[in-house]
């Protein structure tokens, strides 16, 4: 018993002599990506805080439908742009589907009384302008309906929209036939 309480003591002393893992990744100045319901944000590290970051964001940045001050660090992924991304389904039983910066692709959401008055899905036309290699896309408005304009701009303006985002649904079961 003796035996066991010493090799009890001595792991523990192991233990609380190892160095505290830190769940801080980035540095001041870091380019990033906050995660808002699968839209993302692009944004410059400004400082640790207690549990994650503050970030800068551009004055172009929006609409950003999180508080935009503090974020959690389950919240902050790296920023790296990259020419296509794959989209992997059923881990590679299933064909990727690949999306490229210039391509088109389609976006549905559904509306929001207070913005457009319908019922149905709106559908908006936009282009790729960048992607980031954790599979978001920053696009660029292509529709000219005012409808689909307005839900652009609510939901998506100039940030980036995750591939695996539900207004994306109607794309991918496009791309996958």
């Known amino acids: 018993m003796r035996l066991l309480n010493t090799l009890y003591l001595a792991g523990m002393l192991g233990f609380l002599s190892m160095p505290a893992h830190s769940d801080y990744k980035f540095v001041p100045g870091d380019e ?19 549990d ?10 929006g ?3 999180c508080p935009p001050f503090r974020w959690h660090n389950e919240f902050v992924l790296a920023f790296k742009s990259v020419p296509e991304y794959r989209l992997q389904f059923f881990a590679g039983l299933k064909s990727d589907i690949v999306f490229r910066i210039g391509e088109t692709v389609l976006l549905r959401f559904d509306p929001d009384k207070r913005v457009v008055k319908r019922t149905s899905p709106v559908d908006i036309e936009a282009q790729i302008t960048d ?9 660029k408005l292509l529709s000219t309906d005012p409808e689909a304009a307005a839900t652009f701009w609510q939901w998506v303006g100039s940030n980036y929209i995750d591939l695996r985002h539900k207004a994306l649904e109607a794309e991918i079961a496009k791309r996958s036939h």
């Open 32 to 50: 990033v990506l906050t995660n808002c319901r699968q839209i993302y944000t692009k944004g410059i590290i400004k400082t640790k805080v207690d």
């Open 52 to 61: 994650g970051y503050t970030v800068h964001f551009p004055k172009n940045s």
């Open 63 to 65: 609409p950003i439908n």
């Open 131 to 139: 992607i980031s290699a954790n599979g978001a896309i920053a696009v």
